[in-house]
């Protein structure tokens, strides 16, 4: 749906306010793509609401006029996940931002959902207390929860999932559902919660959430080691874990990456398969038992330099650099777009798919860069290339392929923590089999025009498990 009637533009102008609904060209393509090399897809209209009301007079209306309606948080996703694939109406949540309870004692925080999760952060700076997951960019709490994010802290703190106690959510049709509950463990019937974690607003809307959060740690040890092999370093993340140590983050770096970011960076990182760990702890002193432990590990596996005790301003810029691998890559790579895998393994089964992913780079004679958040298993390979030449794209696309079907054959998934949006939905049936279909039921029985976010998850219709 490319356009809407001028009684549909006049229907959301009353519902949201003039000035909160655009449809000029800026607005929309602002809207049509993320930050993946998905094909950009225009809304017919953009809008931005302010409270719970709205959205549920929005939801009623589309339903009853078949409008496919697209949340949208900050557009970070690398999937495709938010482009609004059949037009309509590109739900923008970024005025919903308010940070609306605090427990402190029960270590819980109420938000709207399009808070972003750094300034959820920053406004809980003085209690001691903060929400763990990370993707890195500037995401929204709903667009977090939507995709089920996580980032370099998931190895000791677990992923967006762990962190929602209740959810307010707006169906399809109108109803407003609250989901979950404060109490810190339940059994009470179906987690619905956690059914719209992940459901990358196939299902309805996020409007509020209540998130459980995480003390502060006092005390943080940044360690950066590089091995002989990418064996001997995957080899060092089980080692590292089964020993106790608890890192906070485990992130593996391949040599062409650690040359990449010594370049653009001014680092010194060893150019080698390299190990990037963070421990934290409550005590200096405990740290130190930790970080002997480390040592000794490391060295046990021919670690070449082992450089700990980073202080903060080497820490800082280190874990920025990681960070932002993403973005050097693509800004080194001006005029070519990104395609981002995300498998994930069993922690056994890691260095198997990293040397298979590098003989795929090699293989396909393409620009990518492997990397991943080693401490629970997530893959990332960053490709480079060029969507309007076509043999090239379909190189990338194989060399892809081959490397999701193979996590699948070892027990994993398509994506650790990136979604599934359009570019993944073509594994979910050699990944769920029969599943496939029950998600299917569920999708029909929530939103049984289609309206939400239509095209994701879902492979296309021809493969037949798809949802109406
Ligand atoms: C440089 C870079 C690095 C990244 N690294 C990581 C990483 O380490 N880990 C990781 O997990 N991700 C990573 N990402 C991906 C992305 O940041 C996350 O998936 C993030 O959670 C997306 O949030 P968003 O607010 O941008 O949502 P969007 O991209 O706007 O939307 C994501 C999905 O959620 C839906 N949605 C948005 N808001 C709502 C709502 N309120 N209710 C229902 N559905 C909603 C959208 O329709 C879409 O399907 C990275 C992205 C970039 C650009």
């Given at each position: 749906?490319?356009?809407?009637?001028?009684?549909?533009?006049?229907?959301?102008?009353?519902?949201?306010?003039?000035?909160?609904?655009?449809?000029?060209?800026?607005?929309?393509?602002?809207?049509?793509?993320?930050?993946?090399?998905?094909?950009?897809?225009?809304?017919?209209?953009?809008?931005?609401?302010?409270?719970?009301?709205?959205?549920?007079?929005?939801?009623?209306?589309?339903?009853?006029?078949?409008?496919?309606?697209?949340?949208?948080?900050?557009?970070?996703?690398?999937?495709?996940?938010?482009?609004?694939?059949?037009?309509?109406?590109?739900?923008?949540?970024?005025?919903?931002?308010?940070?609306?309870?605090?427990?402190?004692?029960?270590?819980?925080?109420?938000?709207?959902?399009?808070?972003?999760?750094?300034?959820?952060?920053?406004?809980?700076?003085?209690?001691g207390l903060f929400?763990p997951?990370?993707?890195?960019?500037?995401?929204?709490?709903?667009?977090?929860?939507?995709?089920?994010?996580?980032?370099?802290r998931?190895?000791k703190y677990?992923?967006?999932?762990?962190?929602?106690?209740?959810?307010?959510?707006?169906?399809?049709?109108?109803?407003?559902?609250?989901?979950?509950?404060?109490?810190?463990?339940?059994?009470?019937?179906?987690?619905?919660?956690?059914?719209?974690?992940?459901?990358?607003?196939?299902?309805?809307?996020?409007?509020?959430?209540?998130?459980?959060?995480a003390g502060m740690p006092e005390h943080f040890l940044?360690?950066?080691?590089?091995?002989?092999?990418?064996?001997?370093?995957?080899?060092?993340?089980?080692?590292?874990?089964?020993?106790?140590?608890d890192p906070a983050a485990?992130?593996?770096?391949?040599?062409?990456?650690?040359?990449?970011?010594?370049?653009?960076?001014?680092?010194?990182?060893?150019?080698?398969?390299?190990?990037?760990?963070e421990f934290v702890g409550f005590s200096a002193?405990s740290l130190?038992?930790v970080?002997?432990?480390?040592?000794?590990?490391?060295?046990?596996?021919?670690?070449?330099?082992?450089?700990?005790?980073?202080?903060?301003?080497?820490?800082?810029?280190?874990?920025?650099?990681?960070?932002?691998?993403?973005?050097?890559?693509?800004?080194?790579?001006?005029?070519?777009?990104?395609?981002?895998?995300?498998?994930?393994?069993?922690?056994?089964?890691?260095?198997?798919?990293?040397?298979?992913?590098?003989?795929?780079?090699?293989?396909?004679?393409?620009?990518?860069?492997?990397?991943?958040?080693?401490?629970?298993?997530?893959?990332?390979?960053?490709?480079?290339?060029?969507?309007?030449?076509?043999?090239?794209?379909?190189?990338?696309?194989?060399?892809?392929?081959?490397?999701?079907?193979?996590?699948?054959?070892?027990?994993?998934?398509?994506?650790?923590?990136?979604?599934?949006?359009?570019?993944?939905?073509?594994?979910?049936?050699?990944?769920?089999?029969?599943?496939?279909?029950?998600?299917?039921?569920?999708?029909?029985?929530?939103?049984?025009?289609?309206?939400?976010?239509?095209?994701?998850?879902?492979?296309?219709?021809?493969?037949?498990?798809?949802?109406?």
């Amino acid at each position: 749906m490319k356009q809407l009637s001028q009684a549909q533009f006049e229907f959301l102008q009353g519902v949201f306010g003039a000035d909160k609904v655009n449809s000029g060209d800026s607005a929309r393509k602002l809207h049509g793509r993320d930050f993946s090399g998905h094909p950009s897809h225009l809304p017919a209209v953009v809008v931005w609401p302010q409270e719970t009301g709205q959205i549920s007079r929005l939801l009623a209306w589309a339903q009853e006029e078949a409008v496919p309606i697209t949340p949208w948080g900050a557009g970070t996703s690398t999937e495709g996940n938010p482009i609004p694939l059949a037009g309509g109406v590109v739900v923008d949540m970024v005025e919903m931002n308010r940070v609306l309870n605090l427990w402190p004692q029960d270590m819980q925080v109420e938000v709207e959902a399009g808070v972003g999760f750094q300034d959820l952060n920053h406004s809980l700076r003085h209690e001691g207390l903060f929400f763990p997951p990370d993707p890195g960019a500037w995401a929204t709490i709903g667009g977090m929860i939507a995709n089920n994010a996580s980032g370099i802290r998931t190895v000791k703190y677990g992923m967006t999932k762990d962190y929602v106690q209740e959810l307010e959510v707006v169906l399809p049709g109108g109803r407003v559902i609250d989901t979950g509950n404060r109490a810190h463990k339940s059994s009470s019937g179906y987690d619905l919660a956690r059914l719209f974690v992940g459901s990358e607003g196939t299902l309805g809307i996020v409007t509020r959430a209540v998130l459980r959060l995480a003390g502060m740690p006092e005390h943080f040890l940044a360690v950066v080691a590089g091995f002989p092999s990418t064996n001997a370093a995957c080899q060092a993340v089980t080692e590292l874990i089964r020993h106790g140590t608890d890192p906070a983050a485990l992130e593996l770096l391949t040599p062409p990456l650690a040359r990449l970011l010594n370049r653009v960076n001014g680092l010194d990182l060893p150019e080698s398969p390299l190990l990037f760990m963070e421990f934290v702890g409550f005590s200096a002193r405990s740290l130190e038992e930790v970080l002997e432990i480390a040592r000794e590990v490391c060295a046990e596996l021919g670690a070449q330099g082992f450089e700990a005790g980073l202080g903060k301003v080497n820490r800082d810029r280190i874990w920025s650099a990681r960070n932002a691998a993403a973005e050097t890559i693509k800004q080194t790579h001006a005029g070519l777009e990104i395609m981002i895998t995300d498998a994930a393994v069993p922690m056994s089964a890691y260095e198997e798919l990293i040397a298979f992913s590098e003989q795929q780079v090699t293989g396909s004679g393409q620009v990518g860069y492997v990397f991943g958040h080693a401490g629970d298993g997530n893959l990332h390979l960053v490709w480079m290339g060029d969507p309007k030449d076509p043999a090239q794209w379909q190189k990338l696309e194989q060399a892809n392929r081959a490397i999701v079907e193979k996590a699948i054959d070892l027990g994993g998934t398509a994506t650790g923590e990136h979604g599934v949006g359009m570019g993944k939905s073509k594994f979910m049936l050699a990944e769920h089999g029969a599943s496939m279909e029950v998600m299917a039921q569920i999708k029909d029985t929530l939103d049984p025009k289609g309206i939400m976010n239509p095209g994701k998850i879902f492979p296309a219709a021809s493969t037949g498990v798809h949802s109406s």
